[in-house]
């Protein structure tokens, strides 16, 4: 802007210079005089242009968005510290040496992969889910919809395995409206093959009477069904020690 100012100045300086003429007679003050109208429309014509300011809304828009980060951030270290002492809680995590393996489809490999998850990935699990557990407590009915923290019921299988039990996991007790024995949560294990894809596994884990929770155990699909009848049976997936 300063160079713009510098610039008028000087052009009008110079214009005006040239207009130091001699006065010898009514012709020369009639020319004067004409001169002297253009250099007024001139200095009448100047618009110096300021630099362009931040508006209200702008500014209104900026502090609101520094405030919705601040507010997402203290959300999370309060979900993460509710989580630790949750987890802290949590009994019979599994080994961290132990390994969960999930089969491949025969014949559909590269379409259902087989997954394997370590004892310490699916301790993870268990923390997410208690983080998850935490941040949909300030959310709408339609928003926990999309959460994939889902409750878990333990039904038992629509088409239940030769030689296995009629139910996902035979120690876990569900009775709906007991405070000893409600639904368990049910989370996601990480799908490793394509992160968009949901992982066939999931970690259960249940409240105890105590108010507790307590790991019940890693469930999966069986990847080697089509739909149909028991497509969403869920079947337990038993820890390998090392």
């Known amino acids: 802007m300063r160079f713009n100012i510098l610039l008028s100045i000087t052009f009008f300086a110079t214009f005006a210079a040239g207009l130091v003429i001699p006065t010898n007679g009514p012709l020369e003050f009639r020319d004067l005089e004409v001169r002297e109208g253009v250099v007024d429309d001139l200095s009448d014509g100047m618009v110096f242009k ?6 209200g809304a702008k500014k209104a828009r900026i502090a609101a968005a520094a405030s919705e980060k601040v507010a997402a951030k203290a959300a999370r270290k309060k979900s993460f510290e509710h989580a630790a002492k949750a987890q802290k809680g949590t009994t019979n995590l599994p080994n961290r040496h132990s390994t969960f393996h999930v089969a491949a489809a025969p014949g559909t490999e590269l379409e259902k992969p087989a997954h394997s998850y370590t004892g310490k990935e699916v301790r993870k699990a268990i923390f997410d889910s208690h983080m998850e557990a935490h941040r949909i407590k300030g959310i709408t009915k339609n928003q926990r919809k999309k959460s994939p923290l889902k ?45 968009a894809k949901p992982s066939p596994a999931r970690v259960i884990i249940q409240q ?26 869920h079947f337990q997936v038993k820890p390998r020690r090392h």
């Open 208 to 233: 105890t009477k105590g108010g507790h929770y307590t790991f019940r155990g890693v469930v999966s699909h069986d990847q080697s069904r089509t739909p149909g009848p028991g497509y969403n049976d």
């Open 50 to 55: 300021r630099e362009p300011r931040s508006s």
């Open 151 to 195: 409750s878990f019921n333990n039904r038992p299988h629509e088409v239940p395995k030769p030689h296995g039990g009629a139910r996902p996991l035979k120690h876990m007790n569900v009775v709906h409206g007991s405070a000893h024995h409600p639904p368990g949560r049910e989370f996601p294990l990480p799908n490793k093959h394509d992160a």
